[in-house]
């Protein structure tokens, strides 16, 4: 542990010296009862990250934005996810862009596990960890001798957290799969967000159900630290990219699983709702119209589209009436979205209090200034570019800056002397092709 900081209540000194801390944050320091605001919930807290592919990793990067030290263990190759930017389709650029987002902050441990020397340093890590995150396969992790069964007996205080595509037990709980495939298409989001009911089903887009998986197994390890601290014992906890794509979707599965009839959604022309509704304005641009207060906001959406006598039109006066010549609506407000630019339209409906949003582009992120201001998007340590930020903060605490994620088994040495190999046994590990040579 770094000098001078303080381990949280419960947590085994892990026997390391901390990652670099954000510039100028310092270590927090003890008085009394007394703890300086630049202390982080997790400093101190040691985790291992023996995972790939989106969600698990993404759960251990959150770890280690409040200050726990990540130790990602990959393969003498590397982590396969280090080629994901490569995959025909992938945006094209320089820098491996998934990499940097997802293996942050994180210190890297190449090493093989196949081999009993190799599997014997996993288990001094694991001897000395808080948190053991995997979403290896199940007949993997019992191969490689990594499953909980054979890791908790070596360190009952450890939290082993396990991620699956479809759960822990039934039919299907060994079956691979992605977010596109467990997430997306199982959960029923692949069906029903789609433009109408006659278009295809939808195709998702890399990571769109990974990280808000790896938010829930992120919750996961934190309410299992905090039962810690009451029982003193770790233990198994588990989320699945099925289970994250139902919670997502649970407002119409819940619909479906109390009875109700779920319609198939009309094109965008013959909307039930028009106040709720997409509009293509006069540059290109779309923007989603939200009004659920209608008897406060349906006049003044009038006034700041420019068509107040609709308000007097028997067809409109009335939410009902709406409803019944909700196509006509639609069609007088396609044409006053259509005689100004977005930029206008944004000016005139804040001014009227209107309630809406930008149909944002991915070439619209780098102006975005509430993006920046709001702390959604932050800055590498090194200066490289930005990042996309935790969802969250805790006030009085300042997350770790950004770190370039590792090089394959950058960190290799270090991680291993602070476990207690020495030169000899290190470089004996290295022989055997072990450790990278």
Known sequence: MHPGSVRPAGVD???????????GTGDAEKTGDTVEQNQRPFDGLKVIDCASFIAAPSAATILS??????????????????????????????????????ARNKRSLAIDLKQPDGLAVLHRLVAGSDVFVTNMPEPVRQRLKIDAGALMPLNPRMIYASFTAYGETGPEAGKTGFDSTAYWARSGLMDLVRADHA????????GLGDHPSGMSLYAAIVTALFQRERTGRGGLVSSSLLANGLWANSFLVQAQ?????VPPRPPRDRAPNPLTNGYRCG???????????????FVPLLQALGCPELGDDPRF???????????????????????????EWRTRLDAADITFGVVGTLSDIDDDEQMRASGALVPFADGSGLTVATPFDVDGTIKVAPRAAPAIGEHGEAILREAGYDDAQIAALRARKILPG
């Open 13 to 23: 000194a892990p026997g390391h010296n901390s990652p670099q801390e954000s510039p």
């Open 65 to 102: 934005d409040f200050g726990a030290d990540v130790i990602k263990i990959e393969p003498l190759e590397g982590d396969p996810y280090r080629e994901l930017y490569r995959l025909p389709g992938s945006p094209e650029g320089t820098r491996n862009f998934p990499w940097e987002l997802d």
């Open 199 to 206: 278009t295809p089903p939808a195709r998702s887009v890399a």
């Open 257 to 261: 699983l109390s009875g109700s009839v």
């Open 283 to 297: 540059d290109g641009r779309w923007l989603n119209l939200v009004v659920l207060n209608e008897a406060r906001q």
């Open 317 to 343: 006066a009335t939410p009902e009436a709406r409803r019944a010549h909700h196509t006509e609506l639609i069609a007088h407000f396609d044409r006053q979205f259509a005689q100004r630019p977005l930029a």
